[in-house]
């Protein structure tokens, strides 16, 4: 049964691919490493609780985001030219904004601020988080969140002039100055 409804969907499932990663190659690695998390999951799938066309889109589309994950950090530049790449084509307001945010970040409580630089500036995933800080998936879900919630509380305060400016834990200038700080945390955790 699980064979037959995965041959019927699986035309579907590499043009979706296809269109998510636009080469054909890796469209077929993505839907190859799917349809195995799927087989090694076909126990878990519900009838009831949804379609096994929609169960498998959701595991491609997973597989895709994890993809890009793993090609962020297997990408390699030189610390310069990340910085550059980064701030290119910024006008001064921007930056302005770039810095604001930054300097904001580093007066978060520091859970929610490792968490929020590992995965979301970093790139880390959620298991991969929770390795490094030595906690419960859910619990680098939560941190998250709240640290989004504060960040833009604090910005939209900011913007209005309502927050003084607050010193933070370490001089943190330029986005390098993040992804070090991110290594050290690694490097602690380790």
Not at 112 to 141: H, M, N, P
Not at 148 to 161: I, M
């Amino acid at each position: 049964m699980f064979t037959q409804e995965l041959e019927t969907v699986l035309p579907e499932l590499r043009g979706y691919a296809r269109m998510l990663s636009s080469d054909r190659d890796v469209a077929d690695d993505i839907v190859q490493n799917a349809c195995l998390k799927a087989w090694t999951a076909r126990n878990t799938f519900d009838p009831e609780k949804g379609s096994f066309k929609a169960w498998m889109f959701t595991i491609t589309r997973n597989e895709f985001l994890q993809h890009i994950r793993k090609q962020k950090r297997t990408d390699c530049y030189a610390p310069s030219d990340l910085e550059n790449w980064l701030v290119e084509d910024c006008q001064m307001t921007n930056r302005a904004s770039c810095s604001e945010v930054i300097r904001q970040l580093f007066t978060l409580h520091p859970d929610q601020r490792d968490v929020f630089i590992l995965v979301v500036a970093v790139g880390y995933s959620y298991e991969e988080a929770a390795k490094i800080c030595g906690c419960e998936i859910g619990t680098i879900k939560s941190r998250i969140n709240r640290a989004r919630k504060k960040l833009t509380e604090k910005l939209d305060a900011s913007q209005a002039g309502d927050v003084e400016r607050a010193s933070s834990d370490g001089d943190f200038h330029n986005v390098m100055d993040i992804f070090g700080y991110a290594d050290r945390l690694v490097k602690r955790a380790a």
